[in-house]
T-cell receptor
Framework: ETGVTQTPRHLVMGMTNKKSLKCEQH?????MYWYKQSAKKPLELMFV???????ENNSVPSRFSPECPNSSHLFLHLHTLQPEDSALYLC??????????????FGEGSRLTVL | GDSVTQMEGPVTLSEEAFLTINCTYT??????LFWYVQYPGEGLQLLLK?????DKGSNKGFEATYRKETTSFHLEKGSVQVSDSAVYFC???????????????FGQGTILTVHP
């Protein structure tokens, strides 16, 4: 495996379900990100982790709960979501040196549909 | 705060036409600038980048020049192909003091469709 891998690629869930999105990077990077991509909206940064520590929470509702157990893995736990949360969720990683973000490497995304 | 503005899409061109997608930015200091491309059903891939004023990034026939005086980073290609059909995102990574410090800020994306 190389690059950034996201699972599942597609997820359909009801508003009362609990599910998780998983991201794994095989690039040796020290920072990981969750972005939300909705139709006709700019990419929205949700969370940033540097060296497993959360450094950014972009006013994301608490029904989205991130977890970063190590520099290679990132999860997004989902519970009691709303239909407007349906979107493509993109994971990315980068090698941060100081505060220089560098190039982001993206996974292919998890397409979430909330019924 | 830092921001990126791209030209409205969608853009529809015939094969071998000239492409320009405009991108302007607002940022504190001198950010690094990027163009990412998203092909259908895939994540974003870095297309090219420039880290200082007057740098020209290039890849796969695409070019963009970092223009500090006009705060622009327009994407150009001399002859597009059907396989270039995708969504193109301009982005910046800011310096200390800006809201993009330690992260990327993206434009809204421009959909490009190239017909045979």
């Amino acid at each position: 495996e190389t690059g950034v891998t996201q699972t599942p690629r597609h997820l359909v869930m009801g508003m009362t379900n609990k599910k998780s999105l998983k991201c794994e990077q095989h690039l040796g990077h020290n920072a990981m990100y969750w972005y939300k991509q909705s139709a006709k909206k700019p990419l929205e940064l949700m969370f940033v982790y540097n060296f497993k520590e959360q450094t950014e929470n972009n006013s994301v509702p608490s029904r989205f709960s991130p977890e970063c157990p190590n520099s290679s893995h990132l999860f997004l736990h989902l519970h009691t979501l709303q239909p407007e949360d349906s979107a493509l969720y993109l994971c990315a990683s980068s090698q941060v040196q100081g505060k220089n973000t560098g190039e982001l490497f993206f996974g292919e995304g998890s397409r979430l549909t909330v019924l | 705060g830092d921001s990126v503005t791209q030209m409205e899409g969608p853009v529809t061109l015939s094969e071998e036409a000239f492409l320009t997608i405009n991108c302007t930015y607002t940022a504190t200091g001198y950010p690094s600038l990027f163009w990412y491309v998203q092909y259908p059903g895939e994540g974003l891939q870095l297309l090219l980048k420039a880290t200082k004023a007057d740098d020209k990034g290039s890849n796969k026939g695409f070019e963009a020049t970092y223009r500090k005086e006009t705060t622009s980073f327009h994407l150009e290609k001399g002859s597009v192909q059907v396989s270039d059909s995708a969504v193109y995102f301009c982005a910046l990574s800011g310096r200390a003091g800006g809201t993009s410090y330690g992260k990327l800020t993206f434009g809204q994306g421009t959909i490009l469709t190239v017909h045979p």
